[in-house]
């Protein structure tokens, strides 16, 4: 493969023209608080192993990027420990037993430093991988991320991880004002609610591409050879 040269991959609502030296694999808020009983996800009313079967393909995705040594960036949306930067209302909105800040079973909700806070195992970063620690739903909003992209001459981005209506699509719509072309592959992204993982998806691929692609990771993979 040659990384500086255009591969197409079938996607909708038509192919996506990857550049894969171009393209980092953004892997969206993989971590335990999410993933796991005990967490944020859970305290918000969640059955948190719905989400569980996007392990496997990004996974795959993952290695297949880090074999080809493309760029990959992880998110985590997290607080201070001091709460500084948590805006009441986000602490207050859901109203769960648990709420931003309190401990449970994995540390303090959504508090950096935490072992909920973390990425999965599985999906780990390794030193050379940027993490982006996020107050909000969206990856731009109050981090470096955009910084980053643009001094590795980024332009387009594959975005996996959680949930898909949430800080996926927020993340998708952040980078699509920004200029990037994103590309989301279906089976990477998954929701607590399967309709708003399914509107979601629409959402992106709309009006020929309102704000990006959906695809499959298995027609990522067969572009990368
Ligand atoms: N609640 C929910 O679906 N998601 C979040 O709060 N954050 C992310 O999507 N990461």
Redesign the pocket.
Known sequence: MNPQQTVSIAAEPYAFAFVPACCALLI??MQRD?LEPGG??ES?G?DVTLLRRTIAPIQKLLAAWRAHGLQVMHTR?GHRPDLMDLPPAKRHRGRGTRLIGDPGPMGRILIRGEPGHEIIPQLGPLPAEPVIDKPG?GAFYATDLHAILQNRSIRQLIVT???T????NTTVREANDRGYDCLVPADCVD??FPEFHAAGLAMIKAQDGIFGWVSHSDKILAALG
């Open positions: 969206v808020d999410f944020f996800g918000l969640n949306e739903k991880g959680v949930t209506e949430v800080c996926v929701s607590y």
